[in-house]
């Protein structure tokens, strides 16, 4: 076996959960070989770098074998290399961080808790606390 199309390899080794979400994906234009946005027929091969787009971030995948049949999780790094770059992953823990403020399509209205997180954050009693912002600094205090 010399060639695979891209979306049979995505779905065997579980970078996607079915083969229809692998394509949909190269559809939408969130998959790339090499730099290249590709169909969900291209046939990839061994050392093909690809580029899954999953907002916010982009991961990078190296091919390292190939197949067309699923397989335990544990079999994926036979088959796959991850060199996604430190700076993706410091865009998805930016994310991870910034919670409730950049809620997620999908994630439904704020939770109360939510709601009392953002007013404590936002009120301004929370704001001006007392602190006096012209203290000054340099002279001794007694």
Known sequence: MNEVRIDKWMWATRIFKTRTIATEACKK???AVNGVQVKASRMIKVGDIIQVRKPPI??????????ERRMGAKLV???LENVTTPDQY???EM???SGFVDRSKGMGR???K???EMEQFTDPSYVNDGFD???DFDSSGD
Request: overall charge positive; charged content about 30%.
């Open 29 to 31: 234009s969130r998959i």
């Open 58 to 67: 982009t991961y990078s995948f190296k091919v390292l074998a190939l197949t």
């Open 77 to 79: 790094p036979e088959y």
């Open 90 to 92: 410091e865009i998805l």
């Open 95 to 97: 994310n991870r961080i």
């Open 110 to 112: 704020p939770t109360k």
């Open 114 to 116: 939510d709601r009392r």
């Open 133 to 135: 912002f012209e203290f």
